[in-house]
């Protein structure tokens, strides 16, 4: 078979991705329509900006939704033949298969690589912000709440953990030893460090759960009890299983090195949430509807929680896309510098991190997830910016 | 004034000790030392061996004792010696440092200029389609981290196969994507792949701030009288508007020296460029702790100082705050 020119090869990643089109037509098509009841997301179609990098994270979550559609090979399959070959060389004996984008150095497809890629990203970077804002929201608002030492004494720790190099930081924390080798023991179970600062940071989602129901139900126990006894077995269950590796079915389990670079990117991103929490709290804090709150004889938690962030929303939103993009930048560098996963997980930044060091002969392996990774936060940053040009103009 | 700077200076001693000791604790783990041991006299000692090796060393001692050692040692100007480049430790910084420093200086010199003149044009006319452009421009920088700018600027300009180098040479490339020659002799060809890399990064950010601070003054009342009074467009932002709008970004550079740290690392490995953060990477990656615990005081040094500097120069600047 000849191989693929560059019109051939562009039209054969545009048919490979077809899933991913007809997602997002749907998509797009159905929020469209609906875009009057959708609130602030159904008023980003009046932001050409922001649909642009809606569309883009969309194409990126859905990629890593039909990996198993899209990528022809499997990521770690090798193809002896195919060693560093160019873009558009056909796969001998596959009837019709292409690498695409060209083989790696181990013989490796590296469209498919990229596409599988996706996978790792779209899941850690979107939870692991998720667990950083619930903590900094839970130590921001009464930082900024009451005020006096307690704000004091957060804001020290905060800046302490600020003014730590992350690069310094992800090299101390992140390797092997540290993620196997127990700490403490605790009961019979040994604690490595990565799993102690994930019993503490795990149990803010809990914590911030279990809050939003006490104070929302609290005077109607019928109805505050079926509710807090869900939130609390299923809470615990994740807590245990993610946490410890110590989930009674065996369904619930985090690899020790995902657990260690998981727990590192929280780490790192809480304080500037817990800041930017205290901030706004600090602002809203003197408006007159928490007053009113106040005079009415609600708990400082149902203020907190009810009155003050429900307000703070908007810069909030904006700030969980702008840092899902800074996490997946920081998980890359993880991945650039070695410290990623496992040496044959396809996230980007470990494929970038071989590709590089034959960057000046065979550009095309590292090229590839470079352009993927860069159009993820870009999009982020695009969609970050047009949900604040809309939230401003309320 | 001299009370805050006091005050401010007291809280970073306070911040530098316990960085200082989370990381003299980080490097001092178990599988840290156990490691340094086989290292230092011999790979397939038994664990009986070890322990008596780490013993003999004086490892075994209170870590809080070994932390006020150390600590008196650098106070004294003593940082210990590399374990893997076999030489005094406040040598190896000082060199590499050097080469650090000619990096972050152009970079610098790239960076801030362009970064401030973008914002500027940018924020000067609020909505229009220099803003735009420029602002898409701003937010597409600020998505690329270095590692992949870094690869994308190589294959463009330093790759034999792709990019541009094949369109208008022969043979060779138009740029070095090594940099390795740069610590003899800087020239623009092993140079200015590294620094465009690192400066495309963070001007993304700066302009964005600058934007922001620019069309904030541009809607002050001050301006809007200069321009009822007849002043011309472009007087008014050179004369009247620039002065004030560039008090937020002067923050914002500052702060921004923590995160070229990063940059430096990521670039100095990408490009095989010796400086400091090639060596913070030996460093880690071959557990040469002594080398390790003086390059985190220095990237620590270099955080703190530059929030001093931007606090204090933040108060000096803006005459509209008056610190008790």
Not at chain 1, 196 to 209: C, K, N, Q
Not at chain 1, 368 to 386: C, H, I, R, T
Not at chain 2, 255 to 274: A, D, H, M, R, S
């Amino acid at each position: 078979m000849e191989p693929l020119s560059w019109g051939g090869i562009l039209s054969g990643i545009l048919v490979a991705f077809w899933p991913v089109w007809a997602g997002l037509a749907v998509i797009f098509a159905g929020s469209y329509a609906a875009r009057r009841h959708l609130g602030l997301y159904g008023k980003l179609f009046s932001s050409p900006i922001g649909l642009i990098g809606l569309a883009l994270v969309l194409f990126w979550a859905l990629t890593a939704l039909f990996a198993p559609q899209i990528a022809p090979f499997a990521p770690l399959e090798q193809i002896a033949a195919l060693k560093n070959k160019v873009p558009g060389t056909p796969v001998p004996d596959s009837g019709g298969l292409y690498y695409l984008l060209g083989g790696d150095n181990l013989a490796r497809d590296v469209f498919s690589r990229m596409v599988w890629g996706s996978q790792s990203v779209l899941i850690i970077a979107p939870a692991a912000t998720l667990i950083a804002f619930m903590a900094g929201i839970i130590l921001g608002l009464p930082a900024g709440y009451f005020g006096g030492r307690l704000d004091t004494a957060l804001s020290f720790l905060a800046n302490l953990v600020l003014a730590f190099p992350v690069i310094l930081l992800f090299y101390l924390l992140v390797t092997p030893e540290i993620a196997r080798e127990p700490m403490v023991s605790l009961g019979g179970l040994g604690l490595s460090l990565p799993q102690m600062m994930a019993a503490v940071l795990f149990l803010f989602p809990l914590v911030f759960v279990v809050m939003l129901l006490r104070t929302r139900f609290g005077r109607r126990p019928a109805q505050l009890a079926p509710r807090l006894g869900l939130a609390l077995v299923v809470g615990l269950w994740a807590y245990f299983g993610l946490a410890f590796n110590a989930d009674p079915l065996g369904v619930l389990y985090m690899d020790p090195f995902l657990l260690n670079i998981f727990v590192s990117v929280v780490f790192v991103n809480s304080p500037t949430v817990f800041r930017i929490v205290r901030g706004l709290t600090m602002d809203i804090k003197t408006r007159d509807y928490v007053s009113a709150a106040q005079t009415r004889g609600e708990g400082p938690w149902y203020i907190m929680l009810w009155e003050i962030l429900p307000n703070a929303r908007g810069p909030l939103i904006v700030d969980f896309c702008l840092r899902i993009g800074y996490t997946t930048i920081l998980f890359g560098t993880l991945g650039f510098f070695g410290l990623g996963i496992s040496p044959e997980s396809p996230t980007w930044g470990m494929t970038i991190n071989e590709g590089r060091r034959l960057l000046s002969v065979y550009p095309h392996a590292a090229i590839a997830p470079a352009v993927a990774l860069m159009s993820l936060v870009l999009g982020l940053n695009l969609l970050a910016d047009g949900l604040r040009e809309q939230s401003l103009k309320d | 004034m001299l009370l805050f700077v006091l005050k401010r200076l007291g809280v970073m001693l306070l911040t530098a000790l316990c960085l200082t000791f989370v990381v003299f604790w980080l490097t001092n783990l178990e599988p840290n030392l156990e490691k340094l041991a086989k290292e230092q006299a011999n790979a397939r000692m038994t664990d009986e061996q070890v322990e008596s090796w780490l013993e003999g060393h004086g490892y075994r001692r209170p870590l809080l004792l070994r932390y006020g050692e150390w600590v008196g040692g650098v106070v004294q100007g003593d940082l210990g010696t590399s374990s893997v480049f076999r030489k005094p430790v406040a040598e190896i910084v000082g060199e590499r440092l050097g080469y650090t420093g000619w990096l972050m200086f152009w970079v610098m010199v790239v960076m801030v200029p362009s970064a401030l003149l973008i914002g500027v044009l940018a924020g000067m006319r609020e909505g229009s389609r220099t803003d735009r452009t420029l602002s898409t421009f701003s937010i597409a920088s600020t998505a690329t981290p270095e590692y992949v700018s870094g690869v994308i600027l190589v294959v463009l300009f330093a790759s034999s196969r792709g990019g541009l180098s094949p369109i208008f040479l022969e043979r060779g490339t138009l740029l070095k994507g090594v940099a390795t020659s740069a610590t003899d002799s800087i020239t623009f060809e092993n140079f200015a792949l590294p620094v465009a890399t690192m400066a495309l990064y963070g001007m993304g950010y700066i302009a964005r701030m600058t934007r922001a601070s620019m069309a904030e003054v541009m809607t002050a009342q001050y301006i809007r009288t200069a321009r009822l009074k007849g002043v011309s467009f472009p007087s008014i932002v050179i004369r009247h508007a620039l002065r004030n709008a560039l008090i937020a970004p002067f923050t914002v550079i500052m702060l921004q020296f923590p995160w070229l740290l990063t940059g430096v690392v990521i670039v100095e490995t990408l490009f095989n460029y010796k400086g400091f953060g090639w060596t913070l990477v030996q460093a880690a990656s071959n557990n040469d702790i002594e080398l390790l615990l003086s390059c985190s005081i220095v990237a620590v040094l270099v955080v703190l100082v530059t929030q001093l500097i931007s606090d204090v120069g933040y108060v000096w600047l803006n005459p509209r705050i008056r610190v008790r």
